[in-house]
């Protein structure tokens, strides 16, 4: 029996797929735009998108800690290095050959397509059923620091890159004319 669009799993798809969306449209946005902060309001859109996906998923700390960490320190501080670092004129009106999009735009399906097909094609182990998952703060916080353990560490070393990246940026400030 096929839910309808009204019934509680009806909303739940419609809510998914306009999460889905979200994100999707601010990749696009944070890739396809010309000026850097407009970029940076992209990235803050999708990493929203990407919350509300933990949130749908039943995981509002990890839903939290996107919005805490990615877009309350990642993208705040990209913004404060794109407002202090000196403008490079010259940079900016460089052309970009047309090759290089139609470069990524193969790169990126060649990708896609060896990823769709892995999750196809590809065996799937069960999860193991021994534990319940509860999103309890207790129980994310045992997995991240026993099972998780680099992925928690991962996310510590993409913050310095951020930060390191912002303050390579901000370095010269901005010089009097």
Do not use: Q
């Not at 799993?9 to 979200?22: H, M, Q, R, S, W």
């Not at 309890?136 to 916080?141: A, E, H, P």
């Amino acid at each position: 029996m096929n839910p309808s669009l009204f019934s509680p799993e009806g909303l739940a798809g419609i809510i998914f797929l306009i999460l889905i969306g979200v994100t999707i449209l601010g990749a696009i946005i944070a890739t396809c735009t010309k000026r850097l902060i407009r970029s940076v309001t992209g990235l803050a859109v999708c990493f929203v998108g990407v919350a509300g996906l933990y949130y749908f998923l039943n995981s509002p700390f990890v839903a939290m800690m996107e919005l805490l960490i990615y877009v309350g320190a990642v993208c705040v501080t990209i913004a404060f290095a794109i407002m202090l670092a000196e403008p490079d004129e010259a940079r900016l009106a460089r052309k970009i050959s047309g090759l290089s999009g139609g470069l990524a735009a193969i790169c990126g399906g060649a990708i896609a397509f060896a990823l769709g097909y892995a999750a196809v094609n590809g065996t799937w182990m069960a999860a193991p059923a021994a534990r319940a998952n509860d999103g309890s703060l207790k129980m994310i916080g045992e997995s991240l620091l026993t099972r998780y353990s680099m992925v928690f560490e991962l996310i510590s070393i993409v913050l310095l890159v951020a930060i390191i990246g912002s303050m390579a940026l901000a370095r010269g400030g901005r010089r009097e004319e």
